[in-house]
């Protein structure tokens, strides 16, 4: 069983950063691709920045040159650094890991930037 365990959210005004963290608890390993997804009210849950198996990070096309996805494996810990947030950046942020063959949620983060 994997928990995840998010932490980082909260206001902030247009332009401004945020850094999330997710930390995760349970049986995973280095290569597992974890990650990142928001979802804003009315909206379908939309993948943000994840690192895919073998390291490889994807990134929204709305995010790129903005957020950076980052990870520490001796702590099982995901984060996102975001900056120049924008109002279309709020939403509640989840962290995702896929453990085969279980895919698991973090509870959600609410981001709210303000314009």
């Known amino acids: 069983q994997v928990q995840l365990v998010e932490s980082g959210g909260g206001l902030v005004q247009a332009g401004g950063s945020l850094r999330l963290s997710c930390a995760a608890s349970?049986?995973?390993?280095?290569?597992?691709?974890m990650g990142w997804y928001r979802q804003a009210p009315g909206k379908q849950r939309e993948l943000v920045a994840r690192?895919?198996?073998?390291?490889?990070?994807n990134y929204a096309d709305s995010v790129k040159g903005r957020f950076t996805i980052s990870r520490d494996n001796a702590k099982n810990t995901v984060y996102l650094q975001m900056s120049a947030l924008k109002p279309e950046d709020t939403a509640v942020y989840f962290c995702?890991?896929?453990?085969?063959?279980?895919?698991?949620w973090g509870q959600g983060t609410q981001v709210t930037v303000s314009s």
């Open positions: 349970g049986s995973i390993s280095s290569i597992d691709p």
């Open positions: 995702n890991v896929f453990r085969w063959p279980n895919n698991y």
């Open positions: 690192f895919m198996t073998g390291g490889i990070t």
